[in-house]
């Protein structure tokens, strides 16, 4: 009787296993960029989304009162009185204006900015708690700010702070959406000679509610003219503060700590500047390469850091500049 041999079956050596381990680590590394772009493409698009969202509010808002929201006014006791000291003032900006028009109708009613000062309404706990509740529609997902904004703090009845709101004043919710208000400097004049020259800025005394720039008061064309933008928390462990969209301390026009850089943006600085403590007074954004924008038609275009841009003077006369300047004379045909 025969007997049959059962040849072995040969083991993988070391070398070969070495070889397919690093096979698999070439071919992760290769897909994980994949991965990444794809995940960035998905939130890019998401916050295209959002823009479109508010400025589908904004329009709703003109189309009721004949002019898009404000980007900041005084309410109530502060607006009777005209004097807004700062630390010790609430202020109201666009997003709150917006609410009924973004399914948040509920939070408008509660807040009641049109009948008082920002500091007043959220006094009581309980609609202390509702501002700090996250948003979406006010957050880019690329962003990685935390839920409340430690750096735009706002005053409450009760909890006022230094003039800078640095200390004593509190947290609402975090936003990266800002208004465009004016080819250079942030400017919180609205009538005469030196008003600003963006579509969103200081609301109309003696309105109610108040309103700010109508459509037809664009004349450089609404599909070219920036109405909002982006700003980023931080980029490469800069920070930009981000935005808070509802509210405001105080009233000031350029500055980094009060008023009008809650909601709104200038463009002097250039897109996703880190080169200056006053970068944060500007449009930026997590997405590489530039920062999206809605424009006054409600479309929404992906502009890019190497955009033409001169800040050297007050002068409108760079592309970035002319995007913002609703009636410069210069209008811009993007592609």
């Known amino acids: 009787m025969r007997c049959s041999t059962r040849r072995d ?39 295209n989304n959002n823009l479109k969202q508010l400025m589908l509010a904004f329009h709703n808002y003109h189309d009721k009162w004949g ?12 607006f009777v009185a005209n004097n807004c000291p700062e630390g010790q003032c609430g202020t109201w900006s666009w997003g709150a204006f917006i609410l009924p028009y973004c399914e948040q ?41 935390p ?41 919180r004049e609205y009538t005469g000679t030196n008003q600003f020259n ?7 005394t003696g309105s109610n509610p108040p309103r700010c720039t109508p459509i037809g008061d664009v004349t450089d064309g609404t599909s070219n003219t920036f109405a909002l933008g982006e700003r980023a928390w931080q980029i490469q462990g800069v920070m930009l503060r981000a935005a808070v969209p509802i509210m405001a301390n105080g009233d000031t026009g350029n500055h980094s700590r009060q008023g009008q850089v809650y909601a709104m943006a200038c463009g002097r600085w250039p897109l996703n500047c880190t080169s200056a403590p006053e970068c944060d007074r500007g449009f930026s954004s997590m997405h590489p390469g530039g920062a999206n924008f809605a424009m006054v038609d409600g479309s929404v275009r992906f502009i890019s850091n190497t955009i033409d841009h001169n800040n050297a003077t007050a002068a409108v006369d760079s592309i970035y500049e002319r995007l913002i300047a609703i009636d410069d004379g210069q209008p811009v045909q993007l592609p």
Do not use: H
């Not at 397919?20 to 070439?26: C, D, K, N, P």
């Not at 008082?116 to 979406?136: M, N």
């Open 9 to 47: 079956r040969p083991a993988f050596t070391l070398v070969e296993l070495l070889v397919v381990i690093a096979i698999i680590g070439i071919l992760i590394a290769l897909l994980l960029p994949a991965v990444q772009a794809a995940r960035e493409a998905a939130r890019r698009s998401q916050c």
């Open 67 to 78: 002019r898009f929201p404000p980007g900041l006014v005084k309410m109530g006791n502060w």
């Open 105 to 145: 109708s509920a939070l408008f009613d509660t807040l009641r900015p049109t009948m008082i000062p920002a500091d007043a309404a959220i006094q009581p706990d309980q609609v202390y708690a509702l501002v700090r509740k996250r948003l979406p529609l006010f957050r880019c997902p690329s962003d990685t700010g």
């Open 147 to 187: 839920e409340t904004n430690p750096e735009r703090k706002v005053p409450r009845i009760g909890f006022y702070g230094d003039v800078d709101c640095t200390t004593g004043c509190v947290e609402v919710f975090t936003a990266n959406y800002v208004g465009s208000n004016n080819s250079y400097d942030l400017n």
């Open 198 to 204: 963006g579509l969103i800025g200081y609301g109309q």
